[in-house]
């Protein structure tokens, strides 16, 4: 039995560093020459800059793979302020509340909300299908909640709207929580659990793990372009192009490591079905920023992960990451680097604006939120994603119903649009799915 994997971002990378020890022959093909998909670290005029995830959450599967790959010595923890986060509010930043007690005592939030917020476990859990992100916090905890808290955190997690993401889907632990104990602020306090603690990125940035995956790996095809995939008496036939020559394999399993649009490409022909179901997926446009200045000319003392901005504030930005209060290295001792974020679904306009207007858009902000005094950035630098993080919403059903179907025909999704889409999601559906595929080999030898 032999696995095609289409696609080298984590997802592909994991899947085939699980199947390669399970000892499970596979060829994992990738258009370009570079692995890692959307995590993209760049090094420009000497400054480090994440234009994908900025941190990880260590995790069970990721701390192994960490010590399988001999990374310890490049995992670099973030400061210990990364616990912090704040929101804008009424044109200033407020540290917002982390835990439910620190909800009740911190300002931040009016005392009908505290109210509100206290009354959660009286809350019934709701059975009716396709409740929205908002429609579930505003139901248990009401709607400044959703406006000053959910909303700005769902765009900095999701760069989603939490009118449209449906809960059960984008925070399905949320959801089991209110199942389980009837109240999620009950179920929060039985786990016991810090969400915020160990946040880490690596020395030399976040394309450290990928790349570290790539150079264990003996079938990994940079610089293959897969054109075309068909059936023939129950085999995938995978036809690429690299270097001018084409190429044809047979394969027994097919696992689509892709973004929706790119996976339905491929499935035109052979499931057009579910090429139709990808193609509703969405993946709204994001810019990511990175402005440094002098940190003379920054007087807010920037002692926190980073900054939310809700949209009920009307800003330009969905926010920004104090990159430099993080981690060392990424801009010289005497400067401050931003990280900031235009677009996702709630401000997709603002991300396909031409590139100087997002620059003096984003420079313009941060000055005004932050009482910057420079007239402009020692350094500044933009990457646009035209498709950005897949969107939890109702449309994505289709496709995760029309995946699980296709699994009998050996046709599997590895992807963060089925996963979910953090890296750790990413790794540990990997592992599930080098097994499953690993248990379905044994099977066919055996029969």
Avoid at 59 to 69: A, H, K, R, T
Avoid at 163 to 171: D, F, G, I, R, Y
Avoid at 215 to 228: A, F, M, N, P, R
Avoid at 423 to 434: D, G, W
Wanted: aromatic residues 8%; hydrophobic residues 40%.
């Amino acid at each position: 039995m032999k696995v095609a994997i289409i696609g080298a971002g984590i997802s592909g990378l994991a899947l085939a560093h699980y199947l390669q020890k399970l000892g499970v022959p596979y060829d994992l093909f990738e258009a370009s020459e570079h692995v890692g998909g959307n995590i993209r670290t760049l090094q420009v005029k000497g400054y480090l800059l994440e234009a994908g995830p900025n941190a990880l959450q260590m995790s069970d599967e990721l701390e192994e793979l960490i010590q399988e790959l001999k990374l310890e010595d490049e995992v670099m923890p973030a400061a210990s302020v990364c616990s912090d986060r704040f929101i804008l509010r009424n044109g200033s930043y407020h540290k917002l509340p982390t835990s439910p007690l620190s909800f009740l005592s911190n300002k931040f939030f009016s005392r009908k909300t505290k109210k509100r917020i206290l009354k959660e476990r009286e809350v019934p859990p709701a059975t009716f299908a396709y409740e929205t992100v908002s429609q579930f916090f505003e139901r248990r905890f009401g709607r400044e909640v959703v406006d000053y808290a959910v909303a700005p955190l769902v765009t900095g997690a999701y760069a989603g709207d939490p009118e449209q993401l449906l809960v059960a889907k984008a925070l399905p632990k949320l959801k089991e929580l209110e199942t389980k104990y009837g109240s999620v602020l009950k179920g929060l306090a039985q786990l016991n659990s810090n969400l915020l603690q160990n946040t880490f990125s690596f020395k030399d940035g976040m394309h450290t793990l990928p790349n570290a995956i790539a150079g264990k790996l003996v079938s990994l095809h940079t610089g293959h372009q897969v054109e075309i995939i068909t059936r023939n008496q129950g085999k995938y036939i995978v036809s690429c192009h690299s270097n001018g020559d084409h190429d044809t394999e047979e394969y027994d399993m097919l696992v689509l490591a892709l973004p929706a649009h790119r996976a339905a490409e491929l499935l035109h022909y052979t499931f057009p079905g579910m090429a139709a179901a990808l193609q509703n997926i969405n993946y709204p446009p994001m810019a990511v920023v990175h402005m440094v200045y002098n940190r003379s000319d920054v007087p807010h003392p920037l002692d926190g992960f980073g900054a939310l901005n809700p949209k009920v504030e009307a800003p330009f930005t969905a926010g920004s990451i104090w990159t430099s209060s993080l981690f060392d290295g990424r801009c010289r001792p005497h400067e401050v680097m931003f990280t900031t974020f235009v677009g996702g679904a709630q401000y997709a306009a603002h991300a396909q604006k031409e590139q100087d207007e997002v620059l003096t858009e984003v420079h313009r902000e941060l000055c005004e939120k932050y009482k910057i005094k420079a007239d402009k950035p020692v350094f500044q630098h933009a990457h646009v994603w035209q498709h950005s993080v897949p969107q939890y919403d109702l449309y994505i059903e289709d496709a995760h119903l029309m995946a699980e179907q296709l699994e009998p025909e050996g046709l599997f999704i590895a992807a963060n649009w089925q996963s979910g889409v953090s890296v750790n999601n990413c790794i540990s559906y990997a592992k599930e799915l080098a097994n499953k595929i690993n248990l379905r080999s044994r099977d066919a030898q055996n029969s």
